[in-house]
């Protein structure tokens, strides 16, 4: 038997014995924790936090720790349609029906069209669709792709506040979520803001922004060669007319908003006693001195060219 499962045409690798060490150390330090905050503490996931702090236990189970205090607190996975529809009705972002060519769910987003000052909804908004793609990625899969339309995009669409709040959410509660972004066709003005901020990203995290422009043969092929341009709307370069429909959207959005809804029925809520859980575990384990020994002899696990 293939250890090594096929999903979508493509093999997903099983973590070596040294990854699947420093996940046992993640859930040694953990401790125990509710069922509804286990089950967001898969082995996939717990390797999405190592490998956004580069395989530093303590550091990865620390983030991970703070993504499930806010879970407990913010419910982000109980965020229905008819709280968050308002926010939704210009198509400033929202899930494709168009997928990229390993099945994954392109969240699609459009910065001119905000129709909202509150920062609260649209960060509650941004989770939402976070989730719902989440919740679409196709059996083996971790990652979405982004594309961001910069059609009317212009300086009063800036907002450092909304930016920062938005960076702070989608870097510690859904690392390692982004397979790619493609920025399609940003206006010169933008240029600055990237080579200012590109410095401080991690290479592979600058390896995942694509600029593609329509008027660029070399770069529209980045399209040609991730989608099927027959599926992908006209706005990027596809032969999809329909454009985003809200009616249609909201449908499709109330019905994922059943089946997620239902299969959380059978779980147990964690309450905010979840809370002093996590902190008495960090506590007791942080005066355990051998799993204080395992922690300040980390190192990157070896053979990393398994790791996407």
Known sequence: MNPNPVTNG????????????????????????P?????????????????????????????LKETLKWRVQYKPEEICWEEIAGEAETGKIYRSSCVDKLGRPVLIMRPSVENSKSVKGQIRYLVYCMENAVQNLPPGEEQMVWMIDFHGYSLANISLRTTKETAHVLQE????????????????????????????????????????YSDDPNTKQIMEENFDMEKMESAFGGNDDSGFNINKHSERMKEDDKKRLASLENIASASLDSLSILSDN?????ANPSSQDVSDNEHQPQGKGSIP
């Open 35 to 63: 069922e509804k905050l286990s089950s967001f503490c898969s082995d996939d996931a717990v390797l999405r936090y190592l490998r956004a702090r580069n395989w530093h236990v303590k550091k990865a189970t620390k983030m």
């Open 173 to 212: 509660h859904y690392p390692e979520r982004l397979a790619f972004a493609v920025l399609y066709n940003p206006p010169k003005f933008f240029e600055p803001f990237w080579k200012v901020a590109r410095p401080f990203l991690e290479p592979k995290t600058r390896n995942k922004v694509k600029f593609v």
């Open 282 to 286: 960090s506590a007791s384990n942080s």
């Open 10 to 33: 493509f093999v997903k690798p099983v973590p070596t014995e040294e990854e699947q060490a420093k996940i046992e150390e993640v859930r040694k330090l953990l401790g125990p924790l």
